[in-house]
């Protein structure tokens, strides 16, 4: 329904629920605002009066921001009354404000409408209670003086990110916010996500990068603003880098179609790990007879490299791998692409190696990561890509977050989840970690043994079975196996399986009846599940439990592995897997390699390569004698990584490209500087399918160069023909040859910023949710595949009676390559910690922050105790981003059959007072 009136004797129409403001922007007609956002997720208050218009035959104006017109309403933005009552608002609001000229942001929505409204300075006497700058946080600087009370902030925090740490306080003039129970921002829960200060229309709450720290004067004001996407997570967050005299003076969050302007603590405030003085900045060459270890400083590499010229260092890299290749043949050299770097980077990476070296022995991250999802998802519904878009959540009456804790990891995805439960859906997390900040917004719980999803998923899927809740239609139509699946689960009721997994039958009965009769309800899942040796068994279920219930394919239902890395999707599609060429199509099917043979000129190898830890294992046999490493860590994020360090300096020849002298490069024959994300052109695909725009902001610093340049050069000296000038020129070799790239153009992403596979016409949007009406299978039909009970490859016993498990933290990227050099995030959480519930450390008769020895089979460190009651009492956890104390000495390199993916989620551990 429209509803039409007049704004300044001009007919428009506004549709059902818009406000005045919102059909005045829309017609290009500025009203001032400050309490009032147009970002989606925020509420319109209406309580600065900033905005006020002038309605015919209303006695008092209106505040345009929560105003909805009605029919032949006749509204006056512009008129003599409405702009002098504007004026006396900013008046009265400039009187309480710092003076301009040491205002905290010059720049801010309050000083741009005061000058637009002439108002320079106010008539009024101001408040007389300044209130002290709190700089307690190392992100944000809090001069409240400027505050006139908007309540923008509160709900950024707890509508918006729905982190509830801001709350409005006090009466009257000291009506103001405060952290939790007015603590210093420093000492509160805040997790630092920034979207107050982000909303905050007067500088009462800044980045404390941008205000001196001295006198709290500063601006918003850049040189200038380059739109890209946050480097990050797989949520794709799109940002603008704020620029000022070429640097990154702040990020802010824009309005894409994951993020809405959300962003976390890294997005906003880790960038600075680009400026880093650890950066490379010129190819490096080893030393003759330097030795191959881990004692070399990163800030002065020179006792074990020298500089070189990029003439010789490439010549040096693709020289010792061409050697190797000619003296062994081609599969004695092996490549590590990256999920960091851009779609057409990670194309040209699994090109290189096959058509270099003429076989498929590259892979990435993603084998570390969602391969087990993948290997079930690709089985069971024909993609390896979620069925879903993760904002869908707000359309879901029932929520299932397993094994993945996105308030840490994947947190403005976090925030659409915890949003939809304030509007009423259920949230199921099912962790064994209760510690997960997502755990608090759960209506419900399940904190159940670490390795036993499957006999928890099977149980729930036996509920469904016997208390007659299978979509029977659902599955006739769209599936095929379910005898099967039915009879198999008929052994595993819930009271079978409390006492394995430590539920209560109830309980699964209960969340078993929840998700099933839900009318959508959506599975979103992450490394808990993914990296076991049972991994894939893990995903299958959850496929399976989606597939009897009907919970695919429609708005608000769905299955949704949250992809990690910023591009782990896009790299993969892109074909940096051992045994699939771009969009998943297998080495070993002729048709598909004659169809790429065609395209690319060179014979494919039908022979599926090595994956990243059997790549390991072939180096340490002798039949792998080169690498190239481009944008990884895998001498701290392979498991059982002493191991893999052995093996990195067993090699012949290690080629790595990479932004840092990392672990992994300390190990290298050659270094090669390249451009970190900010410094370079090319587009990503993150969790939800959305393939983005990544554009420059920064040349690369010293002689580093763009990673693209590096490769191709890299190519030609290995006698490739390669001649691509640009990223565009690879994206539209990658368009030709992949059917998900059609109707997405270099261009159409240049212009759209964003823009989801599959996309069924040039000017469409691309498709959000799919398969509602086949799956990509012969047949159109799903699979469903049974998993029966295993065990984790190595349990705990006598001498190694604990369980440890590994992952992540908010602050920290996975090996702190990147965010151990950026200044904010390093200073939030400087130090490894192994987390134990408090009563394990009583009967080991030690206190928090006290030092603990954490061993396994494979090795030990030493770290501090970090008290966490949410944890087990039998469960150690370490996240692995510290090489001082690096988890995965510790971890198991046992794999998953079918993914290939190791166990860092559970190995048999000790702890002992160091
Ligand atoms: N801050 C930050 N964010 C990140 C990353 C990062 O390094 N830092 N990395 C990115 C990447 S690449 C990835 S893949 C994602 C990973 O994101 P997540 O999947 O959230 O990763 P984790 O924290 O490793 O593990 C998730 C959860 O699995 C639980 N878990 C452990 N064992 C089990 C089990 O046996 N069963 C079940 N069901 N759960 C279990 C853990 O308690 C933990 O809460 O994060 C991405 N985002
Ligand atoms: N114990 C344990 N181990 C794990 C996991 C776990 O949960 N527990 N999780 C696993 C998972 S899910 C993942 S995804 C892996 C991640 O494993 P890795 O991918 O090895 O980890 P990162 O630290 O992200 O490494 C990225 C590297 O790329 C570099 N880099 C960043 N940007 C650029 C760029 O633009 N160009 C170039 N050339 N280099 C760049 C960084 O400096 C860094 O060295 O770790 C795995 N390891
Ligand atoms: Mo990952």
């Known amino acids: 329904m429209t509803i039409r009136f007049t704004l300044d004797g001009r007919a428009v129409e506004a549709r059902e629920g818009e406000t ?96 637009a409204q002439g108002v320079t300075h106010a008539r009024f006497p101001g408040r007389d209670h300044p209130a002290a700058p709190d700089l307690s946080h190392p992100a944000m600087a809090v001069n409240l003086d400027a505050c006139i009370s908007c309540t923008l902030c509160a709900r950024a925090c707890r509508e918006v990110q729905v982190n509830d740490v801001i709350g409005m306080a006090y009466r009257g003039d000291h009506h103001r916010p405060v952290f939790d129970l007015d603590d210093p921002m420093g000492a509160s829960t805040c997790v630092a996500c920034g979207e107050c200060v982000q909303a905050c229309p007067t500088g009462a709450l800044m980045p404390a990068s941008i205000v001196d720290r001295e006198t709290q ?18 949520v794709g967050c799109q940002i603008s880098y704020k620029l000022r005299d070429g640097t990154i003076a702040y990020v802010e969050g824009r309005d894409g179609p994951a993020n809405e302007s959300r962003l976390c603590v890294k997005g906003r405030f880790g960038f600075d790990y680009v400026a880093s003085p650890q950066r490379l900045t010129v190819p490096l060459i080893r030393r003759e007879g330097a030795p191959k270890n881990l004692d070399v400083d990163p800030t002065n590499p020179f006792t074990h490299f020298r500089e070189a010229s990029w003439e010789e260092a490439l010549d040096a890299a693709a020289n010792g791998l061409a050697r190797i290749r000619d003296a062994r043949g081609g599969r004695a050299v092996a490549g590590f692409g990256s999920a960091k770097g851009s779609n057409e980077e990670a194309y040209l990476v699994q090109k290189l190696i096959r058509q270099a070296f003429g076989h498929n022995n590259v892979d990435h991250c993603t084998r570390l990561c969602h391969a087990s999802s993948v290997a079930a998802l690709m089985e069971g519904i024909g993609s390896g890509a979620v069925t879903a878009p993760f904002n869908d959540a707000l359309l879901a009456d029932v929520i299932v977050v397993i094994g993945a804790n996105p308030t840490e990891n994947h947190p403005v995805a976090a925030t659409y989840f915890k949003q939809a439960v304030k509007s009423g859906a259920k949230l199921v997390v099912m962790d064994p970690r209760g510690s997960t900040l997502m755990m608090r917004h759960a209506t419900h719980r399940l904190r159940f043994r670490p390795g036993t999803d499957v006999a928890l998923l099977n149980a729930m899927m036996n509920v469904v079975v016997t208390e007659g809740l299978v979509d029977r239609d659902y599955v006739a139509t769209h599936t095929e196996g379910f005898e099967r699946m039915e009879a198999h689960l008929a052994a595993y009721t819930p009271e079978a399986m409390a ?94 390699r004659a169809r790429f043979e065609a395209a690319w000129g060179f014979p494919v190898s039908a022979q599926p390569g090595l994956t990243v830890t059997e790549i390991i294992d072939a180096i340490h046999a002798g039949d792998i004698r080169g690498l190239y490493v481009m944008g990884e860590n895998p001498a701290m994020s392979d498991p059982d990584v002493v191991h893999a360090r052995e093996a990195l300096a067993a090699l012949e020849h290690l080629v790595v490209q990479d932004i840092f002298l990392t672990e992994t490069a300390m190990y290298a024959d050659v270094v090669l500087p390249a451009s970190a994300w900010p410094e370079k052109t090319g587009t990503v695909t993150n969790t939800n399918r959305q393939v983005q725009m990544g554009r420059p902001a920064l040349p690369p610093p010293g002689e580093a160069r763009e990673d693209l340049a590096i490769l191709v050069d890299l190519g030609r000296r290995l006698g490739l023909p390669w001649d691509y000038a640009h990223a565009r020129d690879v994206f539209a070799e990658m368009a030709r040859v992949m059917p998900s790239l059609a109707n997405i153009t270099w261009e159409r992403l240049e212009r759209e910023d964003a823009v989801t596979y599959p996309c069924p016409a040039p000017d469409a949007p691309g498709q959000a949710v799919v398969f509602g009406d086949a799956f990509p299978r012969a047949g159109g039909k799903a699979l469903f595949v049974p998993a029966g009970l295993r065990d984790p490859a190595e349990t705990p016993d006598a001498d190694f009676p604990m369980v440890l498990t590994t992952g992540r933290q908010l602050e920290h990227w996975h090996t702190g390559a990147m965010t151990r050099r950026a200044g904010i995030l390093d200073a939030l959480e400087p130090a490894p910690t192994a ?11 030690l206190g928090a922050g006290e030092s603990v020895r954490v061993e396994t089979r494979r090795g030990a460190i030493v770290l501090d105790a970090r008290a966490d009651a949410a944890l087990q009492e039998d469960m150690v956890f370490v996240p692995f981003a510290y090489v001082e104390a690096a988890a995965n000495v510790l971890t198991n390199s046992a794999i998953d059959p079918d993914g290939k993916i190791p166990e860092f989620k559970y190995c048999a551990a000790r702890v002992v007072r160091a």
């Open 217 to 234: 004067v500063g601006s918003r004001g850049a040189d200038e603003s380059v739109d890209s996407v946050c480097p990050y997570c797989g």
């Open 20 to 115: 005045i403001w919102e059909v005045a922007r829309r017609e290009g007609t500025t009203i001032p605002h400050l309490c009032h956002r147009p970002e989606p997720g925020y509420r319109p208050d209406g309580n600065c009066r900033a905005c006020m218009v002038e309605i015919e035959g209303e006695r008092v104006l209106a505040a345009s921001c929560i105003r909805t017109p009605a029919e032949g309403m006749a509204v006056k933005s512009a008129s003599e009354r409405a702009r002098t009552a504007r004026k006396l608002v900013m008046e009265l609001l400039v009187a309480d404000q710092p003076p301009r000229e040491t205002a905290h942001d010059a720049a801010s929505p309050l000083w741009r409408f005061a000058d």
């Open 835 to 845: 987390s134990l519930n408090p009563r394990t450390l009583a009967r080991l008769g």
């Open 499 to 592: 006492e394995r997994c430590g539920i209560e039958a109830g309980t699964i009965r209960e969340v078993a009846r929840l998700y099933a009769t839900a009318e959508r309800a959506m599975i979103f899942w992450g490394m808990g599940v993914s990296q076991h040796t049972h991994g894939t068994d893990n995903a299958r279920c959850l496929i399976s439990l989606a597939l009897m219930t009907g919970q695919v394919g429609r708005p608000g239902t769905g299955l949704h592995p949250l992809r990690g890395q910023n591009n782990v999707q896009g790299a993969s599609d892109a074909g940096l897997i051992p045994m699939v060429l771009p969009d998943y199509a297998r080495v070993g099917d002729e048709a598909v």
